[in-house]
């Protein structure tokens, strides 16, 4: 069979759909995988078929099974482990040609399953868009902006980001103002550390038709000046979120760059399977044509947006949804859904059942506010439950936590059935009333590193929760304790500034700040033991991506997808786990990075 793909793209504007020739790509990917069209190779010497084609000897491996934990020797074959024990036994499978790596005693483990990451986001912002780093002051921010406007031509955007949400509580915060007194010829859109919030120069609104009468969306703000009424240029949530569908769309190739960068970024830090939190189409596409060219490595389940506001049109998440079986390959799997629920706590737009604390410009009482109704989402939630789709609900106050857990209850009676693993994003505020209800309804708590120890994030939620309501977050030993399945999800580049997992898992086992910035602990009673850790952001990663007989562990049979360490971080303090580096990422039996 002879198979040829269009090679017709996506302009600037967006207006010419690429869905079609990415269909056409992904399935040419799975006929060459599958050799067709291909000439038939000779039959190999049935002798060589027994021999690995590499051995790694000389090592600590931490297998993440608990039947055998530890191990010295690994044998793969066509990408797979086909030895995992000691150095005989894997020797004994070595033949004239197998390459021999020795590890000189290092601790080797399998890779990193990240379930909550945005790695086009990432790669844009280095590639595409003006990118800076949370930690820099108005005035750095806006120098960088008017250097990234110089380099623009005139009238055509400057997109960007990332400024710390915290500003917006300083004397000094973002306004469209600031902006049009450096760059009147360009429209701006800055999105900020959380990416909730965007910051828009006056030309940005214009463009985008907000006007002082502009009403607020439903789970979105736009704020206004006191005394004109005007819009600020601050737009908070879903009012960010239309505004980003709205914005020029990038070529093709500039996508498939972004992936590239953002899968090389991630390799490197160990991480070898992701979730992405919010695959639009373009997104998919890059994915599709990446792997087509080999340049996909990673495992990657896709969550598609529903009701996002995001970047697609409602019939465009529709159309994904009724697409996805011919958009799926072996190595990107797209039978997942991403919904938002609430906002954040910084901004007041996460829903709970008890109000924030009242202040100047906030009455008393105020309890924040749902992105939809209980009812509607419980019939969404049923509804593509109903077509085999597992749902992430990003839900950050208690309230909409309970609001999920209510609308996965609503699924379960409707279907009957338990398997499929719905999860509730960041998970952070959980009443003790709902924490048994993750395991009763195999619902699985995903949680990001940077809020589990004390940190500028977690001091701005102290000053519009009450640092005694946060002692009980993040309760990750009480929801293990519960049967209850929990996730490692990173949100780079949302919320951290890398990708690296380190951190995350020194915070986790010493809800500490790892970088030693911040002195203190973030509700220590919930701290956890390493091999715990580990074995969240592994095998229990890859069960929430249904790859736990793929990957996640090291075992016969599963793929070889492992990362060799620079320190055995069980013979080392927690307090140095989070700098840990990575010498060696091998995905699929292959190396895809090592360190220089």
Known sequence: MRMSC????MHANGAASTKSNSLCLLVCALFLGAGAGCNRAPEPDARAQSYADVIYVNARIYTVESSRPWVEALAVKDGKLMAVGDTATARGVAGPATRVEDLGGRMVMPGIHDTHVHPMDAGRKELLECGFPFSFTMEEILKRVQECAAATPKGEWVRGGQWSAELLGEQRPPHRALLDAIIPDHPVFLMDSTVHNVWLNSAALTQLGITRATPDPNGGTILHDAGTGEPTGIL???????????LPAFEPQE?????????QSLNAVGVTAIKDAQADHYTINAYGSSELKGALTMRVAASMPW???????????KGNIAARAQLKSRLVKNNYIKMFLDGIPPTRTAAFLEPYLPDATHKAGDTGKLNYLP????????ALDGQGLTIKIHATGDRSVRVALDAFAAARAASGRKDLRHEIAHAEAISDADLPRFAALNVTAEMSPILWYPSPLVFSMDAVLGSERLQKWWPIQSLLESGARVTYGSDWPSVVPSPAPWPGIEAMVTRADPYAVHPGTQGLDQAIDLASAIRIF????AEAMYLETESGSLTPGKFADFIVLDRNLFDIPPDQIGETRVLLTVFGGKEVYRAQ
């Open 6 to 9: 269009g090679d017709k793209g």
């Open 375 to 382: 009812e509607e989402l419980a019939q969404d939630v049923t």
């Open 255 to 263: 996508y498939e760059d972004a992936i590239r960068w953002a899968m």
């Open 307 to 317: 009701k996002n506001s995001w970047t697609e049109t409602r019939e465009e998440e």
């Open 538 to 541: 592994t095998l229990a990663g």
């Open 236 to 246: 908070l949530d879903k009012a960010a979120y239309a505004v980003m569908s709205k």
